[in-house]
């Protein structure tokens, strides 16, 4: 009875069915209100959910289908026969296999239901009132009061009215900042809720952010206390043999880990997704948040890890975040996610220990605690390879030794006639560059198969680290002897430049006294290619130092050196320093004159560019040159020169004076004098960076693969 008038309710059973993923039986019902001696009457439909959370293979379907059809009064007892089908349904229906969870696991931001969301009735926004009033009582009254709401904020049709309900919003508020500590449940419900992007004014206006650091912070000291005090009470079970109350510690333990991972989890997505604002995540670092990161990794429950793996990552590719990581040793609690058999966790942590590998002291650490080892073991993921990339550590080339070489190359010739993946092929590169490595790739036919394989499908990557393997000194070179004729036989294709190029420096590379380049120039024809090529603008720049320093190599040997001589190719090298391109370019410029160098050098060759060239004066003028390099070899190829010649050694002898005199205000220093001889070796193939070297280091042929290297090592598009 309401008011004066009598109002009556009749519910009419529609149907019923099971729940499709729950065990659970939905009853589909219509509610007729109608008021006595009056015409008006209103009816809508209803659901209502009924849980059989005590249900399995053993449950008598009979007898429950009996307290189902007693305790719903919407069931008529009539359709006791039709309610038994449904449990027997649900008690043979098959569960979702593993395999089929684990290939679609949930996404990182992605949250599933708990326990404590599940409501015997189905949400109303219309009674949003009642789940207001709930929300001033006890602690289990809020708990009901909340759980409503939060299942009325995941239909988009209520949002609106959510958000404008300001007694609502409010009170969620209060109760979450009052009453979180009180009950772990209650702090998850509110907090899930805001979840929703809609709520973002309420989260600023209440300063929800702060109060989520603030409960991580509690919640990760009391697991703490917890692991202390079941340590402590272990011990005391142990010794005093009470198996039974062990188990029920441990029991009760397991519960409310469960339930504050949960919290954990919703209370770091809300943070998460307020740090796209990077004001907010510069908030976040200076409340500690890396730290309360890297402390979670501790835990074993997977989809917490892959968000508190995926937040770091975020963070990391920041340098004051990627610092205090490092202060927290967070390389060495990774270290235990790899591997592992969660798909979503192993990527999002090789993706950190990527953005991470970027710090050469991380770096070292990764190699420290064993992670080499791990990844070797994991080399089919692409992503790896930019990891193994950049462990540049000295300890990196004694622990890439044999079984990886091995792997690699293995790989390498598996992919048949197609084009070797770029992510392989870049670190094949890199491990080329150390001579340990290099001799475990070019054993046995390691060094005919890679040769053969580039040579037929003019791979310049491939060329690229048969580059790198010609470059160590020593038996290596040796086995290059064999396939001279057929590099030499690519350079004078046209082509692919690029590729051209990658045998040019491979030849360059090989300073072998047995090597009978004489021959060789002579056989191919090699001299009219090298002279043609010197011309400004018959080629890219790249092509035409590359062709220097190929000419710098060969006139090491006397006799190639007159060849070189006779063909006229010193006035294209003069011709070429007057070039704008080549003048700027400090690498061409000082291969140049390396080349000056060796011709002096003999004395067959040194009357040509001594008084048939213009030569020496170019080199005089190189004295001023800023470029310390350039000032070594030029003060070599003079100190020759005077020697010889009187005439140019009185000139050079002037200069020397005036440069002495006016050096402190050309270079802003005072240089040691350069009287050290020059060797072939040491200008053309240094390959190491001392701290006496500039940042461009002129003679380098070591090709390290850097394509893929991204700015602060960020893979956040992954």
Same mark, same amino acid.
């Given at each position: ?259 504050? #991972?949960? %919290?954990?989890? *919703?209370?770091?997505? +809300?943070?998460? &997704? !307020? =740090?796209? /604002?990077?004001?907010?995540?510069? $908030? @976040? ?57 969660? #798909?979503? %966790?192993?990527? *999002?942590?090789?993706? +950190?220990?990527? &953005? !991470? =590998?970027? /710090?050469?002291?991380?770096?070292? $650490? @990764? ?69 340990? &490595? ?281």
């Amino acid at each position: 009875c309401k008011g004066k008038f009598n109002i009556y309710l009749k519910r009419t059973l529609q149907y019923d069915n099971v729940h499709p993923t729950e065990k659970a039986l939905v009853v589909y019902y219509e509610v007729e209100a109608s008021i006595l001696r009056e015409t008006c009457n209103a009816r809508h439909e209803e659901k209502k959910y009924i849980q059989l959370r005590s249900l399995n293979a053993s449950t008598d379907i009979s007898a429950l289908a009996r307290k189902v059809v007693e305790e719903c009064k919407v069931i008529h007892p009539s359709k006791l026969v039709e309610v038994e089908h449904l449990p027997l349904y649900l008690q043979n229906r098959e569960k979702p296999s593993i395999e089929k969870k684990e290939k679609k696991p949930s996404k990182p931001r992605e949250l599933l239901p708990f326990e404590e969301m599940e409501i015997d009735e189905e949400a109303n926004i219309n009674k949003i009132d009642d789940y207001i009033e709930l929300l001033y009582e006890s602690i289990l009254e809020k708990i009901r009061g909340s759980t409503p709401i939060l299942h009325l904020a995941h239909i988009p049709d209520n949002l609106e009215e959510l958000l404008h309900n300001e007694i609502a919003l409010g009170a969620l508020a209060r109760v979450l900042r009052e009453d979180w500590k009180h009950s772990v449940e209650l702090a998850t419900t509110i907090i899930y809720l805001l979840l929703f992007s809609q709520f973002h004014g309420l989260i600023t206006h209440y300063k929800i952010g702060t109060l989520c650091m603030n409960i991580i912070e509690h919640e990760l000291k009391k697991y703490d206390l917890w692991q202390d005090e079941l340590e402590k009470k272990s011990k005391a079970y142990i010794l005093f043999r009470l198996r039974k109350e062990h188990e029920k510690t441990i029991k009760k333990y397991q519960s409310f880990l469960v339930k504050q #991972e949960q %919290l954990l989890r *919703v209370a770091f997505y +809300l943070l998460l &997704n !307020l =740090s796209e /604002d990077t004001r907010t995540e510069l $908030k @976040m670092k200076d409340k500690n948040i890396v730290h309360l990161l890297v402390k979670s990794l501790e835990r074993d429950n997977e989809e917490l890890l892959v968000l508190v793996v995926s937040f770091l990552k975020k963070l990391s590719i920041f340098l004051e975040n990627k610092n205090e990581m490092a202060e927290m040793d967070a390389v060495e609690k990774l270290t235990c996610l790899v591997p592992c058999e969660h #798909e979503n %966790l192993m990527n *999002v942590t090789l993706r +950190l220990l990527h &953005n !991470l =590998s970027f /710090d050469m002291g991380l770096r070292g $650490k @990764m190699v420290h605690v064993g992670l080499l080892p791990k990844f070797t073991d994991l080399l089919g993921n692409s992503l790896l390879t930019f990891i193994l990339m950049r462990l540049d550590h000295p300890s990196t080339v004694i622990e890439l030794h044999f079984w990886v070489c091995e792997q690699l190359m293995q790989m390498l010739f598996e992919h048949g006639k197609e084009r070797i993946d770029t992510e392989l092929i870049s670190f094949c590169i890199n491990l080329a560059a150390y001579k340990t &490595n290099a001799q475990i790739i070019c054993e046995g036919n390691g060094l005919k198969m890679l040769m053969k394989r580039a040579l037929k499908l003019k791979d310049p990557l491939l060329m690229k680290m048969i580059r790198n393997l010609s470059q160590h000194d020593g038996p290596l070179q040796q086995l290059f002897i064999d396939y001279v004729c057929d590099l030499a036989a690519q350079i004078k294709r046209e082509g692919d430049e690029e590729f051209v190029i990658e045998c040019l420096v491979t030849m360059a590379n090989l300073t072998i006294p047995v090597l009978d380049w004489e021959l060789l120039l002579k056989e191919c024809n090699l001299v009219p290619y090298l002279k043609d090529h010197l011309k400004p603008g018959s080629a890219e720049d790249d092509l035409i130092l590359e062709v220097v320093i190929m000419m710098g190599t060969v006139s090491v040997d006397d006799s190639c050196a007159v060849m070189l001589a006779k063909s006229g190719i010193i006035p294209a090298l003069i011709e070429l320093l007057n070039v704008k391109p080549q003048q700027e370019d400090n690498e061409s410029v000082c291969q140049i004159i390396y080349f000056f160098y060796q011709m002096v050098f003999h004395q067959a060759t040194r009357d040509v560019i001594i008084k048939d060239t213009q030569a020496p004066a170019y080199l005089i003028n190189l004295m001023h040159d800023k470029n310390m390099e350039i000032r070594q070899v030029c003060d070599n190829t003079l100190d020759i020169i005077a020697e010889y010649d009187e005439e140019w050694g009185k000139k050079i002898q002037s200069e020397n004076r005036q440069m002495e005199e006016a050096e402190p205000y050309l270079y802003g220093e005072d240089p040691d004098p350069w009287s050290s001889p020059i060797s072939s070796t040491a200008l053309v193939r240094n390959h190491t960076y001392t701290p006496n070297t500039p940042q461009r280091n002129m003679a380098d042929t070591t090709y390290i693969y850097s394509q893929f290297h991204f700015q602060n090592g960020d893979f956040n598009t992954w």
